[in-house]
């Protein structure tokens, strides 16, 4: 039975703006995907992200360029060969995924060889903003288990004391997203080994971080924007300790499970992050972070209104899709 791809962008508000070193912004964005086969329905939400040089554009049309391929029978296996990765593969894959869920009566944790999953603790994520408004926020949410910090400026030593002394009980993440220096990197480095930071996500920018490699890391360092896939495994071993998979960068499932197997393989602690999304977007990452290092799946706690049917979160305990979702 032959089947039929719809696409469609959704916007959904964020509460208040979101906001890192690279700017901000006031909504979410997202593309969607619909895989039809007879009765039986399949859906996947990606987000267009700049930094990777993609627009809402640009990734309908990489799924147009696919269209043929996927309404002819392509799967999961072929997409792989068929795009690459991005935000664009990753709607299509998971719409694959939820597709064979529904043909095949069965979860996609089943599926994918996992078992029953387990609900995740998720980080909470606070924007870049002054040290005063930063603290603020942090004693908001101090009954948090873990932040995600957005820092990224010539004077993070002042966010970093702020939070830490306003949310004392709280693992804190501090995610730079490429905005440190090598003139910043040690002396920050210090300072968050200092005030006991659980970690430290992408502080050099992509492409430039070599320094990592040649000086001491008294606190974990995380590679996001520097990794993608399996490729760059060989490369961030002695840069980094953690990686951040985000299926909008693996493109999708598929790779992003590929990934964590040959990432714990290298050695590479697994963190599993997310874009600022719906809880249609999160619901396939959950597969991934069973039993990762960090989990930053909180897209939806950050928007206005999220999906209905959603995910479930209760504080920061985030439980497993049910199947009117996703998967």
Known sequence: MRRELSVATELFPIAGTFTIARGSKTEAEVVVCRLSEGSAVGWGECVPYRRYGETVASVRAEIEAARTAIEEGAGREALLALMPAGAARNALDCALWDLECKLAGKRASELAGLGELAPIETAFTLSLATADAMAAAARENAWRPLLKVKV????????????????????????????????????????????????????????????????????????????????????????????????????????????????????????????????????????????????????????????????????????????????
């Not at 440190?180 to 005030?195: D, F, G, Q, S």
Request: aromatic share 4%; charged share 25%; hydrophobic share 45%.
């Open 152 to 327: 990224g400026t010539p004077d993070d030593v002042e966010r970093m004391r702020a939070v830490a002394q306003a949310a004392p009980r709280s693992r804190i993440i501090l995610d730079a997203n490429e905005g440190w220096t090598a003139a910043t990197l040690e002396p920050n480095l210090a300072e968050a080994a200092r005030l006991g930071i659980a970690m430290i996500e992408q502080p050099l920018p992509a492409g430039d971080d070599l320094l990592l490699s040649q000086i001491a890391r008294p606190v974990p360092v995380c590679a996001d924007e520097s990794a993608h896939g399996v490729d760059d495994l060989a490369m961030l071993r002695d840069r980094y300790d953690v990686i951040n998979i985000k299926l909008d960068k693996t493109g999708g499932l598929t790779a992003a499970l590929r990934l964590r197997r040959d990432a714990e393989a290298a050695g590479l602690g697994i963190m599993v992050g997310c874009m600022v999304g719906t809880s249609l977007g999160m619901a396939p990452a959950t597969l991934v972070a069973q039993g990762a290092a960090f989990v930053d799946l909180d897209g939806p706690l950050l928007l206005a209104r999220d999906r209905d049917p959603a995910l479930r979160y209760d504080g920061s305990m985030l439980y497993p899709p049910k199947a009117d979702l996703w998967g």
